[in-house]
């Protein structure tokens, strides 16, 4: 539904989009992961047809994007793009004739994407009485008053407590019962693993890695990861890499991938003669693979990422 191929963007000397290519297709959520700067945003800014790109190929629905596709796409940016002091209806209304909706289709889109978002009840509420998790669904509700093929999601649940996060989860899983494709960007990591079908790691305008969460765990050589606390870090390392353990650092944890299933006990009898404080283990999450992706041009002390 969405092809990118060999997406170029520079602004002046920097390049931001570098030969990126990605694709989504019809009904996937496809979640778009990168740290602050990866070209994301932009990204998102070609897709709808408010920049362009310097070369490359994009199209949706096999259209190229023109200002004629923009009705296919629905986007909720990362800051709401919402009027206070006007009701949840007034807002969606208002860009539901941006859209060009008319009179009678247009009342009644409102109210079912009001109900769609659950805040039919809070029709004639302003928006600033709302909560924030509310407005969250009002941003995504204008993203949907179009009824669009693809809605982008630039960070959805940023800032939210974690009630407000589930109901805009429970929103996102109904959206695609639907049929509608999502392009989901989002610094959590466990929000990507809970919703994604297919996941991009983006970094300097490329993607690293694609796929889905169990395509990606090519990219680690580990089925479990063990971090200890222990004065004798050198001596750890040393050990654990015998035994074929590849040592990282996340944060300032000393972590190691452990390629195969072992009892704790086991992995213990592997540090003999290294005072361990403490040891926590637990399965190969996305933050482990995204890190390993990310970070493999990082060289750190010890030789350890
Ligand atoms: N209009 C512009 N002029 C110059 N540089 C820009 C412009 N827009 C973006 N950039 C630069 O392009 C790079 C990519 O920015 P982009 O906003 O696409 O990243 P992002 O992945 O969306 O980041 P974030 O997670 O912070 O939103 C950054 O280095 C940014 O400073």
Same mark, same amino acid.
């Given at each position: 539904m969405l092809k990118i191929k060999n997406l170029n963007k520079s602004y002046g000397a920097r390049?931001?989009?570098?030969n990126l290519n990605l694709n989504i297709d019809t009904g996937q959520i496809y979640g778009l992961l990168g740290a602050n700067g990866a070209g994301k945003t932009t990204t998102i800014n070609i897709i709808c047809n408010l920049i362009q790109a310097d070369s490359g190929y994009i199209s949706i629905h096999n259209q190229p994007i %023109? =200002? =004629?596709?923009?009705?296919?796409i629905g986007i909720a940016p990362q800051e709401n793009l919402l009027?206070? @002091?006007?009701s949840c209806e007034e807002n969606l209304t208002f860009f539901a004739q941006i859209y060009g909706l008319r009179a009678r289709t247009c009342r009644e889109q409102v109210l079912k994407t009001l109900a769609d978002v659950k805040l039919f009840d809070r029709a004639?509420?302003?928006? /600033? @009485?709302?909560?924030g998790g509310m407005q969250r669904r009002l941003n995504m509700a204008v993203a949907l008053v179009h009824q669009p093929k693809l809605v982008i999601l630039d /960070?959805? @649940? %940023?800032?939210? =407590?974690i009630e407000a996060r589930y109901e805009i989860w429970e929103l996102i899983k109904q959206l695609k019962n639907q049929g509608i494709t999502i392009l989901l960007t989002t610094h959590l990591l466990d929000e990507a693993e809970r919703l994604c079908d297919k996941i991009g790691i983006l970094k300097n305008g490329q993607i690293l890695a694609e796929g889905n969460l169990e395509q990606l765990r090519?990219?680690?050589?580990? =089925?479990e990861v063990v971090t200890i606390k222990t004065p004798n870090e050198e001596k750890a390392i040393a050990l654990a890499q015998e035994y074929g353990f590849t040592p990282r650092r996340y944060g300032s944890d000393l972590t190691f991938l452990i390629p195969e299933a072992l009892e704790l006990k086991e992995i213990i009898a592997r540090f003999e003669g290294v005072d361990i404080d403490s040891i926590s283990r637990q399965p190969v999450r996305l933050e482990h693979i995204y890190l390993e992706v990310t970070q493999q041009d990082s060289v750190k002390s010890n030789n350890v990422r």
């Open positions: 390049k931001v989009l570098n %023109t =200002d =004629d596709t923009k009705a296919l009027y206070k @002091t006007l004639k509420s302003p928006v /600033e @009485t709302l909560s /960070e959805p @649940t %940023t800032g939210l =407590d090519q990219y680690i050589p580990a =089925d």
